[in-house]
C-alpha cells in the first residue's frame, strides 16, 4: 500500500485546509485509515480514523472542527480541517492498515502503511 497525501500548507487562525491522500492498492475497501499529527517536540498523536465500514473516531481537540471522509471511487481519504488554531501546526500523516482493532485507531502502532507527511503552519 502507497499512501501519497498533499494539501498542507499556511492559514491563518481560524481559516480552513482540506488535506488529501491517495492510497495505491488493489484492497482499499478493506483499509482502515487515520489521519495523524506530530508537532514541533511532541509525540505523534492520532487526529481522525475511518475504518473499513465507514465510522469515524475523532480526537476530543478536533471535534466539531475536523472531518475524515473517504470517496471510495477516487481511493482517496480527506481531512477537512475548519477553524484551525495555531496548536494545529504539525506534519500530518496518512496511515493505513487492515483489520485494526477499533479501540486502538489513534495509536501509531496499530497502523502498517504511512505517508510521507504534509505541513500544515497556522498562525
Known amino acids: 500500500v502507497q499512501l501519497v497525501e498533499s494539501g498542507g500548507g499556511s492559514v491563518q487562525a481560524g481559516g480552513s485546509l482540506r488535506l488529501s491522500c491517495a492510497a495505491f492498492?488493489?484492497?482499499?475497501?478493506?483499509?482502515?485509515m487515520g489521519w495523524f499529527r506530530q508537532g514541533p517536540g511532541k509525540e505523534r498523536e492520532g487526529v481522525a480514523g475511518i475504518d473499513s465500514h465507514g465510522i469515524t473516531s475523532y480526537a476530543d481537540s478536533v471535534k466539531g472542527r475536523y472531518t475524515i471522509s473517504k470517496d471510495k471511487a477516487k481511493n482517496t481519504l480527506y481531512l477537512q480541517m475548519n477553524s484551525l488554531k495555531p496548536e494545529g501546526t504539525a506534519v500530518y500523516y496518512c496511515?493505513?492498515?487492515?483489520?485494526?482493532?477499533?479501540?486502538?485507531?489513534?495509536?501509531?502502532?496499530?497502523?502498517?502503511?504511512w505517508g510521507q507527511g504534509t505541513q500544515v503552519t497556522v498562525s
Open positions: 496511515a493505513a492498515s487492515y483489520g485494526i482493532i477499533w479501540q486502538t485507531w489513534s495509536d501509531p502502532t496499530a497502523y502498517r502503511y
Open positions: 492498492t488493489y484492497s482499499w475497501i478493506r483499509l482502515c
